[in-house]
């Protein structure tokens, strides 16, 4: 049972548009949630996090929106560039020890 | 970058065979992580360590073992391989625990194929 879920497993935008990956939770107990990019042949690393007390943050052209309610979070680019062409991951932790649960992910494409 | 190295970075074994990965960092970090990398599941957390000789299991831990001697070194064993283990494998330290959401930094990968 997948505690993290990412529904879209592609994104296509063009550049300088905006792009908008969507994560959803089920489990309450989390409290941190963390976006990771990951390109091929490279491991994942992190981009931007938030903490469940506050429902935006932003690192410039990067904003993570937190929907504790709707059990929903979100990360938007913009503009966004060819260079941001990767995978998303989106993770949670603080529900169960050290552990980060995962999404299974979202690939996106930016089009010149 | 975080002075991560995973060894080796691609491997193929035969089905029952043991397989040892290597996981080496340079950064003196408490905690190191094992997870694999399947297409609709995400990453996965199989072992990770918050010490020398302190492990514990993730979620997805049967069939793998895991050594922690030194801080800087975290080994990965499949005791005998099956097909269903050929994934790619990450490596991920840590200075402080990722449920206190501590980000972690992950290492290049270990592309393992059981045939």
């Given at each position: 049972?997948?505690q993290?879920?990412q529904n879209?497993?592609?994104?296509s935008v063009?550049e300088g548009?905006?792009?908008i990956?969507?994560?959803?939770?089920?489990n309450s107990?989390?409290?941190?949630?963390l976006w990771?990019?990951?390109?091929?042949?490279?491991g994942p690393?992190?981009?931007?996090?938030?903490?469940?007390?506050?429902?935006?943050?932003e690192?410039?052209?990067f904003?993570?929106?937190?929907?504790?309610?709707?059990?929903?979070?979100?990360l938007?680019?913009?503009?966004?560039?060819?260079?941001?062409?990767?995978v998303y991951?989106?993770?949670?932790?603080?529900?169960?020890?050290?552990k980060?649960?995962?999404?299974?992910?979202?690939r996106?494409?930016?089009?010149? | 970058?975080?002075g991560?190295?995973?060894?080796?970075?691609?491997?193929?074994t035969?089905?029952?065979?043991?397989?040892?990965?290597?996981?080496?960092q340079?950064?003196?970090?408490?905690?190191m992580?094992?997870y694999r990398q399947?297409?609709?599941?995400?990453?996965?957390?199989?072992?990770?360590?918050?010490?020398?000789k302190?492990?514990?299991?993730?979620?997805?831990?049967?069939?793998?073992?895991?050594?922690?001697?030194?801080?800087?070194?975290?080994?990965?064993t499949?005791e005998?391989a099956?097909?269903?283990?050929?994934?790619?494998?990450?490596?991920?330290?840590?200075?402080?625990?990722?449920g206190?959401g501590?980000?972690?930094?992950?290492?290049?990968?270990?592309?393992l194929?059981v045939?």
């Amino acid at each position: 049972d997948q505690q993290v879920k990412q529904n879209s497993p592609s994104l296509s935008v063009q550049e300088g548009r905006i792009s908008i990956l969507n994560c959803d939770y089920t489990n309450s107990m989390f409290d941190y949630f963390l976006w990771y990019k990951k390109y091929p042949a490279e491991g994942p690393t992190f981009l931007i996090s938030i903490s469940s007390i506050k429902d935006k943050n932003e690192d410039g052209r990067f904003t993570v929106f937190l929907n504790k309610s709707a059990k929903h979070l979100s990360l938007h680019i913009v503009p966004s560039q060819p260079g941001d062409s990767a995978v998303y991951f989106c993770a949670a932790s603080g529900a169960a020890g050290n552990k980060l649960t995962f999404g299974g992910g979202t690939r996106v494409l930016v089009k010149p | 970058d975080a002075g991560i190295t995973q060894s080796p970075r691609h491997k193929v074994t035969e089905t029952g065979t043991p397989v040892t990965l290597r996981c080496h960092q340079t950064e003196n970090h408490r905690y190191m992580y094992w997870y694999r990398q399947d297409p609709g599941h995400g990453l996965r957390l199989i072992h990770y360590s918050y010490g020398v000789k302190d492990t514990d299991k993730g979620e997805v831990s049967d069939g793998y073992s895991v050594s922690r001697s030194k801080t800087e070194d975290f080994l990965l064993t499949l005791e005998s391989a099956t097909s269903s283990q050929t994934s790619v494998y990450f490596c991920a330290i840590s200075t402080r625990s990722t449920g206190r959401g501590t980000e972690a930094f992950f290492g290049q990968g270990t592309r393992l194929t059981v045939v």
